[in-house]
């Protein structure tokens, strides 16, 4: 079983930054790719950022070139800067882990391909 906990979310004016955390227990999260996702209010969840094991990183075209991916493999900790906010980047964060850890150069962009799920941390950016 993994456990993860997100933190960082807030209320951030436009043009803002923030940086959230994904801490994990349970499990070592250096062999696995991990994953951003938020939702909005009447939104599916989706995708923000992913990362392999080998730190390839991908990101949504909406927040391409504003926010990062990262992680600290002695922490075990996922990260995600998010840089130039806008409104519509204002939503519920989540991080996410595959059922099995995978050392390759492959990330992950669907939910469904995720089982552990953190609770979420809000996000809200003010224009």
């Known amino acids: 079983q993994v456990q993860l906990v997100e933190s960082g979310g807030g209320l951030v004016q436009a043009g803002g930054s923030l940086r959230l955390s994904c801490a994990a227990s349970?499990?070592?999260?250096?062999?696995?790719?991990m994953g951003w996702f938020r939702q909005a209010p009447g939104k599916e969840r989706a995708i923000v950022a992913a990362?392999?094991?080998?730190?390839?990183?991908y990101y949504s075209d909406s927040v391409k070139g504003r926010f990062t991916i990262s992680r600290d493999n002695a922490k075990n900790t996922v990260y995600l800067q998010m840089n130039s906010l806008k409104p519509e980047d204002a939503a519920v964060y989540y991080c996410a882990a595959p059922p099995r850890p995978y050392t390759g150069n492959y990330y992950y962009t669907h939910s469904y391909e995720y089982v552990y799920w953190g609770q979420g941390t809000q996000v809200t950016v003010s224009s």
């Open positions: 349970g499990r070592t999260l250096s062999s696995y790719a």
């Open positions: 990362i392999s094991w080998s730190d390839i990183t």
